[in-house]
């Protein structure tokens, strides 16, 4: 049986296949149409599940979408029957969107998916659809490596949950209970995203990034008048201060009046104040998500976890719980977002819907999320025909000799191979390299490749039974979705004349012998890179420790601030003639940043991709 499973409308659209119950393929459309977070429809991601396998429309049994229009569309009247009059401009704009296309999802998808794939609309798959927690749910629990857990989905808001407890057992997936939007975990750290100046559905990870800087000296004004959290962890907002339920912000004048400032420009200068108010939003964060683990874990009374939702991307909060919650095993879907919906859904027909059996081992089923396009030496060499892109192509035993010699050189590498990763996260497949060890790599990688916020963190790379040689970590952590501390014999002591310094000014002082991978509280957010999981990264870096004695490399996504990742050769090439980079790899391909001929385009990338 052959499922395609489908997000789109809200953000991140994505499209998943699903061949007899293995994911056989995975893409976000913003891979293709190279507008980040693309919302729409996404046929360049269903023409490639398809073309990828053989496949044809006609060959498919069933399409499977991630949400309940019809249950949102409710949300919507009540909510904004509840604040009447308020919010009637956002009302009047969002009504026309509904009811020429999202009301009548149903009718738009077939005649979208006829359109793009010649075919009548009664020659269709049959079309179902799949409340929006419940794909997060079977997203989270169905790959996992689990025949029984505690599911736990947390996000925005998807018809009305907010967030859910569930528990796994076999092709069993139940739900326990839900807290309903308003009231809302991630809408309340997207309202403090909004607030310190990043942009909604994308810049959390930065308020995430900053929080280290600051003190949470706000965490207890925000619990006694922005929510009230109960033991158990649930809790409510109080919406006098936030403006999304009916309006066009986050938050309004009271929540300015309470913190003292007024929202923060976007690209404007970060001050110390909004460093304090984004480590005291994440420290309420890790508080509640905590206590919901604890009270879910009392309720199943099992010692494995699965996590999904834009809120289990918080990785710091991840690695939080992994150290102080009760289980055992926690296992988070990488595609944690919106876009692993289109997985959540296409599963949750199959197990859900036709009660099929299920089978688990130590590994899961996201094939270390490489889901996405892979490209052979002919089609890289026809992609790059037109640039006059001058390479050498390398045997693989030496490609990683050669490339690890110029990483421990300081050279910073786009390393593109095999599959595209699916899901946020850069794997090792669509990656920007670099030596851990420089002390001022992290600030070059940022400012003169990733052209984006100095403060931005990078994450470390590392042979998977060396990880508890640096980190406090005794787990693997293959989908870069945990934060560890470094192990305490590799930091260093800041400068006495150093230690006055405070918030963005700790940036430059070096936290460890792997400084450019550590942040200024010791902390990195760890990908284990283990020989089964991705055989070309591992022996990359087992090269790289060959030379250095360090089993570590600087692992980023491959992209510029504002670009989705790459997906092609020559969005690759284009990239790295674009930056700073110092040489590409692509497959067995090595491209020297000398040797190029000059790069001319009419327009360059800050016009093409919108900031982040």
């Not at 006098?240 to 912000?249: D, H, I, K, M, Q």
């Not at 590498?413 to 001022?440: C, H, K, T, V, Y």
């Amino acid at each position: 049986m052959n499922i395609i499973g489908i997000s789109a409308y809200y953000h991140d659209s994505a499209a998943a296949l699903l061949i007899d119950g293995k994911i056989a393929a995975a893409a976000q459309e913003e891979r293709f149409s190279r507008i980040k977070f693309d919302y729409g429809f996404p046929e360049k991601s269903i023409r490639f599940c398809l073309e990828s396998n053989h496949l044809k429309l006609s060959d498919i049994d069933a399409v499977v979408f991630y949400d309940k229009p019809f249950i949102k569309f409710e949300r919507l009247l009540e909510t904004y029957f509840s604040y009447a009059p308020q919010g009637l401009v956002s009302f009047l704009k969002s009504m026309p969107v509904w009811l020429k296309q999202k009301l009548f999802l149903k009718s738009v998808l077939k005649k979208q998916l006829a359109s793009h794939f010649g075919l009548a609309e009664k020659q269709l798959p049959q079309l179902y659809f799949c409340e929006h927690h419940e794909s997060h749910a079977a997203s989270a629990f169905y790959p996992s490596p689990f025949g029984n857990a505690a599911v736990l989905c947390l996000d925005g808001v998807g018809e009305w949950s907010t967030s859910t407890a569930w528990h796994g057992n076999g092709n069993q997936l139940d739900q326990l209970w839900e807290i309903k939007f308003p009231h809302s975990l991630g809408l309340l750290y997207s309202a403090f995203t909004y607030f310190t100046g990043f942009k909604v559905n994308s810049g959390e990870y930065k308020l995430m990034g900053l929080a280290p800087y600051g003190v949470p000296k706000y965490a207890n004004i925000i619990k006694e008048h922005l929510l009230d959290i109960k033991s158990d962890g649930s809790f409510r907002l109080n919406m006098e201060y936030f403006s999304y339920a009916t309006g066009l912000r986050m938050t309004n004048g009271k929540f300015s009046r309470l913190f003292g400032i007024q929202r923060r420009k976007p690209e404007t200068d970060l001050n110390q104040t909004h460093m304090d108010i984004a480590s005291s939003i994440q420290q309420v964060t890790e508080d509640i998500v905590l206590r919901l683990a604890n009270t879910v874990y009392k309720e199943t009374g099992k010692e494995n976890l699965c996590m999904a939702g834009g809120v289990a991307l918080n990785c710091v909060s991840n690695g939080n719980l992994l150290r102080k919650g009760p289980f055992k095993n926690i296992w988070i879907q990488p595609a944690a977002g919106d876009s692993g919906g289109a997985i959540g859904a296409a599963l949750r027909y199959w197990y859900g819907y036709h009660h099929k059996p299920r089978k688990t081992n130590q590994q899961d089923a996201m094939q270390g999320s490489y889901l996405g396009p892979a490209f052979t030496p002919r089609q890289i060499k026809k992609q790059l025909e037109s640039t006059k892109a001058v390479f050498t192509e390398l045997d693989e035993g030496d490609l990683y000799h050669q490339v690890a010699t110029l990483l421990a050189d300081k050279k910073v590498i786009g390393w593109f191979q095999d599959r595209m990763e699916f899901g946020p996260r850069a794997l090792g497949n669509r990656s920007i390299l670099g030596d851990p060890r420089g002390s001022d790599t992290q600030a070059v990688v940022n400012l003169k490749i990733k052209y984006r916020e100095s403060f931005r963190p990078f994450a470390p790379s590392i042979l998977a039974d060396k990880v508890q040689d640096y980190f406090e970590l005794a787990v693997e952590s293959p989908y870069m979705l945990l934060v560890a501390p470094v192990k305490e014999h590799l930091r260093l002591p800041v400068p006495d004349a150093k230690k006055a310094l405070f918030g963005i000014d700790m940036l430059n002082v070096p936290r460890s012998s792997i400084p450019a991978v550590t942040h200024v509280d010791y902390s990195a957010r760890v990908q284990t890179v283990s020989e089964s999981g991705n055989r070309k990264y591992y022996q990359l870096i087992k090269a790289f420790f060959a030379i250095t004695n360090c089993p570590v490399v600087l692992n980023t996504s491959f992209n510029v601030r504002g670009e989705p990742v790459v997906c092609t050769p020559f969005d690759a090439y284009q990239c790295f003639m674009r930056t700073e980079m110092d040489y590409l790899v692509v497959g067995n391909f090595i491209f020297d940043k000398q040797k190029q001929p000059p790069w001319h385009e009419q327009k360059y990338w800050q016009e093409e991709f919108e900031l982040d």
